[in-house]
């Protein structure tokens, strides 16, 4: 069983307007939440986090936001950019960010046209 | 610079050939991981380790071995590869609570 799903595989936006990536989880145990983005032929790279004690966590053009009782959170980019176009991967743990077994959804493809 | 380093890039074998794939990091991280990535399965985790000669499954661990003697070095072993195993494989390391940093990745054709 899924226990973190991002159901939209691909998702296309204009340049300088904002991206919203969706992701769902199952396990109410997960308290760390975290977004990876990943270009072809390298390895994903860190990106975002938000802790289950915040509904809201920003940095920059980034901002994750973690809806508990809906077990939702939503990557938004404001505004995008056409270097943005990536994989964009959800990922939870229920260690408190140490990561013993961090779960990943099966990612989002963005692509930005200019 | 820090970094993960995977080697090889590239790999094609046959089924049954044993072989290995290995990882080092430079920043005297604690945790290692080894993830595949599969297209529509996104990453999935196959072996883990919180420190030097602890080692636990991921949610797919069948036909791979891993060990972890030293705290900079994390090989992934596939004693009888199979097609079934032909992927994208990254490994991955960080300090306990912080996220994770990324090989580039090594690609894996089992024929």
């Known amino acids: 069983d899924q226990q973190v799903k991002q159901n939209s595989p691909s998702l296309s936006v204009q340049e300088g307007r904002i991206s919203i990536l969706n992701c769902d989880y199952t396990?109410?145990?997960?308290?760390?939440f975290l977004w990876y983005k990943k270009y072809p032929a390298e390895g994903p790279t860190f990106l975002i986090s938000?802790?289950?004690?915040?509904d809201k966590n920003e940095d920059g053009r980034f901002t994750v936001f973690l809806n508990k009782s809906a077990k939702h959170l939503s990557l938004h980019i404001v505004p995008s950019q056409p270097g943005d176009s990536a994989v964009y991967f959800c990922a939870a743990s229920d260690y408190g960010g140490s990561q013993g077994n961090l779960i990943f959804g099966k990612g989002t493809k963005l692509s930005v046209k200019p | 610079e820090a970094q993960v380093t995977q080697n090889p890039r590239y790999l094609i074998t046959v089924t049954g050939k044993k072989l290995t794939v290995t990882c080092s990091q430079n920043?005297?991280?604690?945790?290692m991981s080894w993830y595949r990535q599969d297209p529509g399965l996104g990453l999935r985790q196959i072996y883990y380790?919180?420190?030097?000669?602890?080692?636990d499954k991921g949610d797919v661990p069948e036909g791979y071995k891993v060990s972890r003697k030293e705290k900079r070095n994390f090989p992934l072993i596939l004693e009888s590869p199979s097609p079934n195993q032909t992927s994208l494989y990254f490994c991955?390391?960080?300090?306990?609570?912080?996220?994770?940093?990324f090989g580039n990745g090594t690609r894996l054709t089992v024929t």
């Open positions: 920043m005297n991280h604690e945790y």
């Open positions: 991955a390391s960080s300090f306990r609570g912080s996220p994770l940093h």
């Open positions: 938000i802790s289950s004690i915040k």
């Open positions: 380790s919180m420190n030097v000669e602890v080692t």
């Open positions: 396990n109410s145990m997960f308290d760390y």
